[in-house]
């Protein structure tokens, strides 16, 4: 049968991933690697990879390796 994430204790992180589905050109398999390599759970942790991820970029544009 089907099963509801919303039930149970992990209620706020599932419902923080199906956010997640609203973001245009993420689907459930791109979310569930971003969840599971990156720890992202809502909207606030993939800003925050995005953040992170853009300040990669920069400072290695910056300081060439």
Do not use: N
């Amino acid at each position: 049968g089907a099963v509801d994430v919303r039930a149970g204790s992990d209620a706020a992180g599932a419902e923080g991933l199906l956010s997640l589905l609203d973001v245009s050109g993420l689907g459930p398999k791109t979310i569930k690697l971003l969840w599971e390599q990156a720890e992202v759970t809502d909207l606030a942790s993939l800003k925050a990879l995005e953040l992170k991820q853009a300040t990669k970029l920069t400072e290695a544009s910056i300081i060439p390796i």
